[in-house]
């Protein structure tokens, strides 16, 4: 049996052994999609003197409402980037989540570590837990709080806090995963126009769906106006990237398999199934009901159904059934496109999904369908972005919808 990583010694620095430093290469992976145990995530913090993202898997702490990073090998290379950072960073876990993480003292460390013991006792038994306090930090099994509070200061701890905002560079994208258990109410956003006057845009989602308990929202900056990004966006195809339809293909497998046990009186037509487009406006009639638009800025569609389920049929509904349907068994999902400008000649391009569920087991069941599909939904958008990115690089007459000779 191989022993725990010892970082027991009474040092500021304890630097893990190589043979440890190569799981990040295997640990940043799994956490990000989610397939690590449930406390793992990725820590992302621009590095201090190189500029680049530097990634950590780390165990999230929860103690008394809060989150907490508790920094193992002392003052390791996270801690001296995230400081150099004031605090800013990125927690990553199937989604991103801009975070300010504010370093706790080390005379009220003591709980926090007593928490990471108990919870380490939790996922992996007593004889585990017992190498891991002797190993983690030179105690013994039956360790007190003032036991903890003497090896404090050699041990960093970070209380998360989490940000609203995007908190990050627009160059370079943002994406994140918000959920609120007691369903977030509606908001404006602040856009800038062209002239550096700041204008309130309500959310034409908001209509729709204003109170919801899941929402993934990926950004992006890109160099065109609002009004050219939002016309670029609808009409992009996304089956020109082929892994894309490979990603779709395997996301409605189950559905096509519970179609052939069923034999052809079901409808199991995928998006990756038998079409030659993929574009937002092909959803409509594969589920998706078109709620509303802003030509030029805004377009929701919505869909109420039990995606857990392997063949899921989407009833048509309108803007106002969508909104006041709250049948248990179902959850309602509405996807938003939105072009804002930025700046003067430039826009943000956002896509927001957003899930609201009226009961317990319905959220039980997709809690456990997103474990799943989560992964290749964000993959999928995040190349969506960049194939838009291509595309609008592109010089006009080249691209599909400006053929040789228009205007």
Request: aromatic share 8%.
């Amino acid at each position: 049996m191989i022993d725990p990583q010892d970082y027991s010694a009474r040092t500021s620095y304890r630097p893990p052994a190589a043979w440890y430093q190569r799981l990040n290469h295997i640990g940043v992976p799994m956490t990000r999609l989610g397939l690590a145990p449930r406390d793992a995530v990725t820590l992302e913090v621009r590095g201090r003197t190189s500029g680049k993202p530097r990634r950590t898997p780390i165990l999230r702490t929860a103690y008394q409402g809060d989150d907490y990073l508790l920094a193992l090998a002392g003052q390791a290379q996270w801690v001296r980037n995230v400081r150099a950072a004031s605090g800013r960073a990125i927690i990553r876990r199937r989604g991103a989540q801009h975070v300010h993480l504010e370093e706790v003292p080390a005379e009220h460390r003591a709980p926090m570590i007593a928490e990471y013991l108990r919870r380490g006792r939790e996922r992996s038994g007593a004889a585990a837990a017992t190498q891991q306090a002797r190993y983690y930090f030179g105690l013994g099994p039956n360790a007190t709080l003032d036991d903890i509070t003497a090896i404090a200061p050699y041990y960093p701890v970070f209380r998360i806090e989490y940000r609203t905002d995007s908190g990050g560079d627009a160059a370079t994208g943002v994406e994140g995963l918000r959920t609120n258990p007691s369903r977030t109410q509606p908001r404006d956003l602040d856009s800038v126009t062209s002239d550096g006057e700041t204008a309130v845009a309500q959310l034409l989602i908001d209509q729709f769906l204003p109170r919801y308990d899941l929402a993934v929202v990926h950004a992006h900056v890109f160099r065109v106006s609002a009004a050219e990004c939002y016309r670029a966006a609808g009409e992009l195809d996304l089956f020109r990237a082929p892994f894309i339809r490979i990603l779709l293909d395997v996301r409605g497998l189950p559905q096509r398999v519970a179609s052939a046990l069923r034999g052809p009186a079901g409808d199991s037509t995928t998006p990756g199934q038998s079409r030659a487009t993929f574009r937002v406006k092909d959803l409509v009639g594969l589920g998706w009901t078109q709620l509303g638009e802003i030509p030029g800025s805004q377009l929701v569609l919505g869909q109420i159904s039990r995606p857990w389920e392997p063949i899921t049929t989407g009833s048509p509904v309108t803007g106002e059934q969508f909104s006041t349907m709250d049948r248990p068994g179902f959850v309602k999902i509405a996807i938003s496109l939105r072009a804002d400008p930025y700046g003067s000649g430039s826009s943000i391009l956002t896509i927001e999904t957003r899930v609201a569920i009226s009961d317990e087991e319905s959220r039980r069941r997709f809690r456990r369908y997103w474990l799943l599909i989560g992964p290749f939904s964000a993959a999928i958008r995040r190349m969506a972005m960049r194939l838009l990115a291509a595309e609008l690089r592109r010089p006009l007459r080249g691209r599909p919808d400006h053929p040789q000779g228009a205007a």
